[in-house]
């Protein structure tokens, strides 16, 4: 450890698993992996190992049979043709096929075995790509606007600052070691395409006037996330400059390391040390460490959009064009994969971009081009004109696969997605998010309808059930959705949701949207 570990200075502060973390840093059980398990087998792993195998970016999925899931980091969502390529013949090869489109912009696997991690690795690390510490109480994935580069509404171009960053965290033994997860968020896109309040560390668009120049950079937010107590993360008076960018970000980091709660797991996040010392302290703190900072400038967020962009738009660049397309609750597969990256190199620039909405989009696609790849085969599925419910619904993994899950999700939403486009016409889009259990994978608090699986009891006993909660939005005025009473059977959803939609349309007025109503 280059770095004095403060927190070792009193170990009864500490919860179980930061001896686990001390004994061996995450990262090393990468090696373990390589050298060992795949050799020994999954019967081989220690209780240990197998929760450091979260900085592999590998979990155990249900049942505990021997197959793991894994996540891929895509930084921003932006990946190419050919690491798309690389990303299904994995899936091919090792996962059933299967592959998920998270709500972190990632790729996430099924079906792993751990005989097979050494080679998957190899395989991503060719095309440069991570599944390391895309999971694990660590820096993860870094997530931001997937249009970076082509988007008429961003202030700059963020691909280079997510890079640096990202390359200066990814495997650093300095960073390893965080009370807990932790998430970034880096955009320049006025509608906050990169959800900056529910992540721990989010720069956003701003300007503001140095030494008698306009200077484009970020305001910065600190503390947010979701889980059983979400909070929103709140704004630090600073403007960072591009080139600062990575220095506040080590800088924000370092707190959380250095002073982020060790003693209890379930209040060890960033937002819970936010929410006690307050945005003024927290700044205080960052400038002893690195140094002044400019005060706030201007912001330039002028609304949200969820990442939604359904059908063709055009870029910054004259002449071209991007395509939405929705990925049912983000399942997709191998074959899917290789046709998108096909599509991709024939009629635009060979991109593949991965959306917090589980869905994607091609981009680079000349005006002339753009009526012969909407014909691809591939895109009747992944449609760019989806349905509207199927459009909007969000999922997280739920019990098919998760050991946390409490009832089953993907399956159920689609089902839902489907009777309520069957049954339900409106002239405004409404998001609906599903999780399997209160840890929020599928970002329930900022969905229009957030429903949260649990289990009510019948006279048959234990059945699937969900808590429905109503408004979330992020941008300004920012608010997570507030629950409704009861709880609805897992079979009624559908129909419940369709006479809560029905009720709100007959009864909004002019002007009225549904997370307002
Ligand atoms: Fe699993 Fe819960 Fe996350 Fe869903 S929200 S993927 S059930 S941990």
Request: hydrophobic share 40%; glycine share 8%.
């Amino acid at each position: 450890m280059a770095y004095e570990a403060v927190w070792m200075k009193d170990p009864s502060k500490l919860n179980k698993f930061e001896f686990v973390k001390m004994e061996k840093d995450g990262l090393d059980v990468i090696r373990t992996i390589i050298d060992q398990y795949a050799a020994e087998g999954y019967d081989s792993i220690t209780e240990d190992d197998m929760n450091r195998f979260k900085w592999a970016g590998v979990y155990e999925q249900k049942p505990r049979d021997g197959h793991f899931m894994m996540r891929v980091r895509i930084n921003t969502g932006i990946i190419t043709s050919e690491q798309a390529r690389a990303l299904a013949s994995i899936a091919r090869d090792y996962g059933r096929d299967l592959i998920d489109v998270t709500t972190r912009q990632a790729i996430q696997y099924h079906w792993l075995r751990v005989e097979h991690l050494p080679d998957i690795f190899k395989r991503l690390e060719a095309v440069g790509l991570y599944s390391y510490e895309a999971c694990g109480d660590c820096p993860r994935t870094i997530v931001g606007n997937p249009l970076a580069g082509i988007d008429k509404d961003e202030l700059m171009d963020t691909r280079e600052i997510v890079e640096q960053i990202n390359d200066f965290f990814l495997m650093n033994r300095d960073f390893s070691n965080l009370p807990r997860k932790y998430k970034m968020s880096i955009s320049a896109n006025i509608y906050n395409n990169a959800h900056a309040e529910i992540n721990d560390l989010a720069y956003v668009p701003a300007t503001k006037v140095i030494d008698g120049q306009e200077v484009i950079g970020f305001h910065a937010y600190v503390g947010g996330g979701l889980s059983a107590k979400p909070h929103l993360a709140q704004e630090l008076d600073i403007f960072i400059r591009p080139e600062e960018a990575l220095k506040v970000a080590i800088g924000v980091t370092t707190i959380f390391r250095d002073y982020g709660y060790r003693e209890k797991r379930h209040q060890a996040r960033l937002k819970f040390l936010v929410a006690d010392w307050g945005p003024e302290k927290f700044k205080e703190k960052l400038i002893e460490i690195i140094g002044d900072m400019p005060s706030k400038g201007e912001s330039k967020i002028a609304g949200w959009n969820a990442v939604y962009y359904d059908g063709v738009y055009p870029q910054a660049q004259e002449g071209l064009n991007f395509i939405g397309l929705n990925v049912p609750v983000g399942r997709t597969n191998a074959d899917e994969f290789e046709q998108l990256a096909d599509v991709a190199d024939q009629y635009g620039d060979g991109k593949i971009r991965t959306t917090m909405s589980q869905n994607i989009m091609l981009s680079g696609i000349p005006t002339e081009k753009v009526e012969e790849a909407l014909k691809a085969p591939v895109l009747q599925r992944l449609s760019p004109n989806a349905k509207h419910f199927m459009s909007r619904t969000v999922s997280c993994t739920g019990n098919e696969f998760c050991n946390l899950a409490v009832v089953e999700t993907k399956v159920r939403a689609v089902r839902v997605a489907e009777y309520l486009d069957a049954n339900v016409e409106l002239d405004e889009k409404i998001r609906i998010h599903f999780i399997g259990c209160p840890n929020a994978c599928g970002q329930k608090h900022i969905a229009d309808i957030g429903l949260q699986g649990s289990l009510v009891k019948t006279p048959e006993g234990m059945v699937d059930a969900f808590d429905i909660a109503v408004g979330g939005i992020l941008g300004p005025g920012a608010k997570f959705n507030q629950a409704l009473k009861g709880r609805v059977k897992g079979d009624d959803v559908a129909e419940v949701l369709a006479k809560l939609i029905l009720f709100y349309k007959e009864g909004r007025e002019s002007g009225e949207s549904f997370h307002n109503y």
